[in-house]
Nanobody
C-alpha cells in the first residue's frame, strides 16, 4: 500500500517556474516507479514523466523533455517535479502515482499504476 500526497500547485504567469512535491508513505519504494501525469479540463490524463526509485532513472514524455525534471529525495520519500518555462497549455491538475512497472515499461499508461494522489492544480495565465 502506497499513499501519495501532492503539493505545490498554484497560479503562475507564463514563463514562470514551479516545483511540485509528492510525499509518499510506504514501507519502501525500492520496487516502484513513481510517475507524474496531468489532466486538463476536457482532456485525457497525460503522462508527464517517471522515475524508477531503485536507481533514479527517468523517463519523459516528449513535451516535457528539457523543461520538466523529476528528482527524488530518498530520506524523505519525496518526489519532485520541477516545471520551467510554463505556458498556458501546461494548465492542468498534476497527479503523482506509483506502480510496479517492468524494466521496459510501458511507463505512460495510467492503467499500469495502482496508487494515485489527489492531484494539485497548476494554472498558467497572464
Amino acid at each position: 500500500q502506497v499513499q501519495l500526497r501532492e503539493s505545490g500547485g498554484r497560479s503562475v504567469q507564463p514563463g514562470d517556474s514551479l516545483r511540485l512535491s509528492c510525499a509518499a508513505s510506504a514501507g519502501t519504494l525500492s520496487t516502484y516507479v513513481i510517475a507524474w501525469f496531468r489532466q486538463a479540463p476536457g482532456k485525457e490524463r497525460e503522462f508527464v514523466g517517471a522515475i524508477r526509485w531503485s536507481h533514479g532513472g527517468t523517463y519523459y514524455n516528449q513535451f516535457a523533455k528539457g523543461r520538466f525534471t523529476i528528482t527524488r529525495e530518498n530520506a524523505e520519500n519525496t518526489i519532485y517535479l520541477q516545471l520551467r518555462s510554463l505556458q498556458p497549455e501546461d494548465t492542468a491538475v498534476y497527479y503523482c502515482t506509483a506502480g510496479l512497472i517492468e524494466v521496459y515499461g510501458p511507463y505512460n499508461e495510467p492503467s499500469q499504476y495502482a496508487y494515485w494522489g489527489q492531484g494539485t492544480q497548476v494554472t498558467v495565465s497572464s
